[in-house]
């Protein structure tokens, strides 16, 4: 059974250029969670959806940032417009339940 | 303001050695995870506990949850240097959405052979 799969596990932009961020959640699991983990500090919710919904966007901020899981196909953040306060690791999670299981991160540099 | 307190950030030790790493909040939470989380990669779970006063055994680590859900204390016995890495205690505080997972600042374990 696969784990949590995430892509690509590296991406370099240049300021102002948009990043896409892919999680596919393990099978079975219909809740999808993503974290930041910026340098020195530790992981931050941002967001949870479930299957074409949002649930719990608090840790999402305002401007730039958005985050779908469709029907069919991978769960996707993106963020326009980045800038390099950006550069981080994204980490998504999936679960059945109670538990959460992590991708390995997409670590994002922005230029 | 954290709201999970870690402690230590920080333990270097011998291979052999025991520690401790406690999760203190001031928050009751309905359950916590403890997570290990190598360099370059994603946290990967370790165990998951519910019940005030609960005891996991892994091995050679054993978790505690305080009775009133407030902490918890993660023990390893004769640590040894494949121990070495990341452990995050996380949960989702009583009153918020239950995916939305709260951590700590993390300690950092080295054991030198």
């Known amino acids: 059974n696969a784990g949590v799969m995430q892509n690509p596990r590296h991406l370099v932009r240049r300021r102002g250029q948009e990043a896409r961020l892919r999680c596919s959640p393990m099978k079975g699991h219909s809740h999808v969670y993503w974290y930041r983990q910026l340098p020195e500090e530790g992981l931050k919710f941002m967001v949870y959806?479930?299957?074409?919904?949002?649930?719990?966007e608090s840790g999402m901020p305002k401007e730039r940032f958005s985050a779908e899981f469709p029907k069919e196909g991978p769960s996707i953040l993106r963020i326009q417009q980045v800038v390099r306060g950006d550069s981080a690791a994204y980490f998504c999670?999936?679960?059945?339940?109670?538990?959460?299981?992590f991708g390995p991160g997409t670590r994002l540099t922005v230029t | 303001t954290q709201l999970l307190e870690q402690s230590p950030q920080f333990l270097s030790i011998q291979e052999g050695e025991n520690l401790t790493v406690y999760c203190n909040s001031s928050?009751?939470?309905?359950?916590l995870q403890w997570y290990r989380q190598e360099p370059g990669e994603g946290p990967v779970l370790l165990v998951t506990?519910?019940?005030?006063?609960e005891v996991k055994k892994l091995k050679r680590l054993t978790f505690q949850f305080g009775d009133a859900r407030k902490d918890s204390s993660l023990h390893i016995t004769a640590a040894q240097p494949g121990d070495t890495g990341l452990y995050l205690c996380?949960?989702?505080?009583?009153?918020?959405?239950?995916?939305?997972?709260?951590f700590g600042q993390g300690t950092i374990l080295t054991v030198h052979p």
């Open positions: 928050s009751v939470f309905s359950s």
């Open positions: 959806l479930q299957k074409e919904n949002i649930i719990d």
């Open positions: 996380a949960g989702a505080p009583r009153g918020t959405s239950y995916g939305k997972l709260t």
């Open positions: 506990v519910v019940t005030g006063g």
């Open positions: 999670a999936s679960s059945g339940g109670l538990e959460q299981y």
